[in-house]
């Protein structure tokens, strides 16, 4: 039972052009999401979160938008840079904060020069 | 700052045989987490400590694995006996508390079990 789902196993854009990662979840106690970024041999690394209570949170290049009729999330990475290459995990969890997070199957993002 | 520590690297056993994998969090982070990663999955949660309490271990397959965080600063994670399934990537992760949201993970250990 996938309760996070990110359908999109790669993705392949134009460095300076928008990237757009998508997730859905099914569990509607979710209430708290985050964004992880992970190079090869490198454990995840935060990116950014939002809280069921924001539709949008934005942090510099990267943005967040929540959806939660839809049950979808999107990340958004305007302008995308060869550095962002990399799996991008979505996360949630039914508290706020890191108790029990789900994580998505992964996005493999490549930026082309 | 030193970030989470992990070893070893890298293991490769005989099925059957038991091992142990370590992990060092960040200092002063109080919540320690075990993640599994199976190829081209997701993390997903094994076991979580607050301090040396085991908080959360709904998931971690007791029949085989073991995990413990005595002082709680280090933690062990032990597999015994392992089997073919068990080949994928441990993560341990830390972070200031459960509430913050942002853990810190390590960089892996992967195990391959012939």
């Known amino acids: 039972d996938q309760q996070v789902k990110q359908n999109s196993p790669s993705l392949s854009v134009q460095e300076g052009r928008i990237s757009i990662l998508n997730c859905d979840y099914t569990?509607?106690?979710?209430?708290?999401f985050l964004w992880y970024k992970k190079y090869p041999a490198e454990g995840p690394t935060f990116l950014i979160s939002?809280?069921?209570?924001?539709d949008k949170n934005e942090d510099g290049r990267f943005t967040v938008f929540l959806n939660k009729s839809a049950k979808h999330l999107s990340l958004h990475i305007v302008p995308s840079q060869p550095g962002d290459s990399a799996v991008y995990f979505c996360?949630?969890?039914?508290?706020?904060?890191?108790?029990?997070?789900?994580f998505g199957q992964g996005t493999r993002l490549t930026i082309n020069p | 700052e030193a970030g989470v520590v992990q070893s070893p690297r890298y293991k490769i056993i005989e099925k059957k045989q038991p091992v142990a994998f370590w992990c060092n969090p960040i200092?002063?982070?109080?919540?320690l987490y075990w993640y599994l990663q199976n190829l081209g999955q997701g993390p997903e949660l094994l076991i979580r400590?607050?301090?040396?309490?085991?908080?959360?271990d709904s998931q971690l397959p007791k029949d085989r694995f073991s995990a413990e965080r005595l002082k709680g600063v280090d933690s062990t994670l032990k597999i015994q006996p392992a089997e073919l399934g068990d080949s994928a990537v441990y993560l341990c992760?830390?972070?200031?508390?459960?509430?913050?949201?942002?853990?810190?993970f390590g960089e892996g250990s992967r195990l391959t079990v012939l």
């Open positions: 400590y607050e301090n040396e309490e085991a908080v959360d």
């Open positions: 939002i809280s069921s209570i924001k």
């Open positions: 569990n509607s106690m979710f209430d708290y």
């Open positions: 200092s002063g982070h109080n919540t």
């Open positions: 992760a830390s972070s200031l508390g459960a509430v913050t949201g942002e853990l810190f």
């Open positions: 996360a949630a969890s039914d508290v706020q904060g890191a108790q029990k997070l789900v």
